[in-house]
């Protein structure tokens, strides 16, 4: 039952009948004057014209929608949208949809419906109109949009939460951000692992690994597959800067820090996974993988890290390939090489802005880091804390 607001004048106290047939629900007054109105809860939107319905409660023909969200939801509660419906008599009836999603506003628009935020449903057309609201302002086809673009697409298939213009702003400067801090670590760690490479050392352990490699290499296919009852087998592996140093650091395979528990080898399955679709994630933890045969080419301003590894800990290729093909030898980003060197360093990355690069391995690892949606959840977040 609805009542009618004391602040109404009598005449319109008596327009509307004392009682109507309604669905059984908590009684409320109308709010008619803004200083009589209720502080709203979070994500509730308070100016979408009046929402009561009939011919009497003023709603209009035209669309309007709002959200309802609870101030202490429970988790996994699903939020639920309304949005009024003109009919033919001119009515408006309720539309429910158990959807979340991205609202931008449009600050070009004067339609009080609309300006407080759009629903979005197209990514592309959404991160046009959201990239007046980042900093800083990413040019179309360069690395910085595409990664604006994967945290709106985000931002639009979650459905645990309603993002928007601020959560998608937070994310892409926090990001960006990031890049920009791997930019300036990767620099050192270049100047480091140079240093690193030019030591006596480190030359005379490539030396003996590369040399172990290649003899491994010249086997015949029979003996390739008896590599199991061999002391140590020698892999090979070109990467960026920053995980070099830390691979040489913490002498592992992914460089993580050693796991002394470590006592087995990644599983065939798993193994594959990684080998084929770059899945490095498992139940039982990372893994990486490296190559049994001699590498050429590898990553710009990156660097060829060379290594021994006892057979037990690691998972060959299949019997019957291990003379050609991808050759890829996998093992727990945490278990320890039996020794580890620097063996060459990749062509410079001459014309290319290492902001960009970072920016770019940023954006290429996101469906496997998924930072880009963790960084929107922080934002939601931190809206209502």
């Known amino acids: 039952m609805q009542q009618t607001s004391p602040m109404l004048p009598a005449h319109e106290r008596q327009r509307r009948p004392p009682e109507r047939q309604m669905p059984r629900c908590l009684a409320e007054r109308a709010v008619v004057t803004a200083p009589h109105q209720g502080n ?5 939107v308070t100016d979408r014209g009046d929402l009561l319905l009939g011919p009497d409660g003023g709603g209009t023909s035209s669309s309007h929608a709002l959200e309802l969200t609870l101030e202490s ?45 759009i629903p979005q449903q197209d990514f592309l057309k959404a991160t046009e109109l959201v990239v007046q609201f980042v900093a800083p302002k990413p040019k179309a086809s360069t690395s910085a949009y595409k990664l604006l673009s994967i945290i709106v697409k985000n931002a639009i298939d979650d459905k645990s939460e309603t993002y928007t213009e601020i959560d998608v702003a937070y994310a892409y400067a926090k990001l960006y951000k990031l890049a920009e801090s791997r930019k300036t670590q990767s620099e050192a760690d270049r100047a480091y692992l140079l240093g690193v490479m030019d030591g006596k050392e480190n030359q005379t352990r490539a030396r003996k690994l590369a040399g172990a490699q290649r003899d491994q290499s010249k086997k015949s296919s029979d003996d390739l597959d008896k590599l199991e009852s061999e002391q140590y087998v020698f892999i090979a592996r070109g990467t960026d800067a920053s995980q070099a140093r ?121 469906h496997r880091t998924l930072a880009a949606l963790s960084a929107l959840q922080e934002s939601a977040a931190r809206r209502v804390m």
């Open 246 to 366: 830390k691979i040489l650091t913490e002498e592992t395979f992914g460089g993580l820090a050693s796991n002394p528990d470590r006592t087995s080898a990644p599983t065939a399955d798993d193994a594959d996974k990684q080998t084929g679709f770059g899945d490095k994630g498992t139940e039982a933890g990372v893994i990486e993988e490296w190559s049994l045969g001699q590498l050429d080419g590898f990553a710009t301003n990156g660097f060829m890290m060379l290594a021994a590894a006892e057979p037990v800990y690691v998972t060959l290729p299949p019997k019957g390939k291990r003379s050609a093909g991808e050759r890829g030898v996998c093992g727990y980003a945490d278990r320890r090489l039996a020794g580890v060197a620097i063996g060459g360093l990749g062509r410079a990355g001459e014309g290319i802005d290492p902001l960009v690069r970072e920016v770019d391995g940023i954006v290429k690892a996101d």
């Open 73 to 117: 939801e429970p988790k996994g509660t699903v939020r639920v949208g309304l949005s009024l419906i003109p009919s033919i008599e001119g009515a408006c009836h309720l539309r429910y949809w158990e959807k979340l999603m991205l609202n931008i506003k449009d600050p070009t628009s004067t339609d009080i419906t609309t300006s407080r935020g």
């Open 40 to 44: 709203p809860g979070r994500r509730i």
